[in-house]
């Protein structure tokens, strides 16, 4: 069973940076895709970004282009999202996912395509 533990959220000031990372186990984190999620309090869990397997494909939630970074290292078995110019509106629950099967393009930012979630992480921007 892949298990997914986030980690490196924080409070922080509206402007700043946070780098959060999303640990895998239990699986080889090549053979997998992975989603960023958020959910803030009140709101449905919304898509954030996407990478592939081989990081060819990558995607962003409109809301977060220009500020937030996917990326991913399989030998560390290990993916990042860098958040930079954090925003209050940035304020959730963020969770990573794993899809047994890997989303069309179109897909990637749906929760109902993923199968596997870590526990998740807050993170709080204060203006």
């Known amino acids: 069973q892949l298990q997914l533990v986030e980690s490196g959220g924080g409070l922080v000031q509206s402007g700043e940076s946070l780098r959060l990372s999303c640990v895998v186990s239990g699986g080889t984190l090549a053979y997998y895709a992975i989603g960023w999620f958020r959910q803030a309090p009140g709101k449905e869990r919304e898509g954030v970004s996407y990478?592939?397997?081989?990081?060819?494909?990558?995607r962003y939630a409109d809301s977060v282009k220009g500020r937030f970074t996917i990326s991913r290292d399989n030998g560390r078995r290990t993916v990042y999202l860098q958040m930079n110019d954090l925003k209050p509106e940035d304020t959730a629950v963020y969770y990573c996912a794993a899809p047994k099967s890997v989303p069309l393009l179109s897909q990637s930012l749906k929760s109902e395509f993923y199968d596997y979630w870590g526990q998740g992480t807050q993170v709080t921007v204060s203006s």
């Open positions: 990478i592939s397997t081989d990081e060819e494909r990558v």
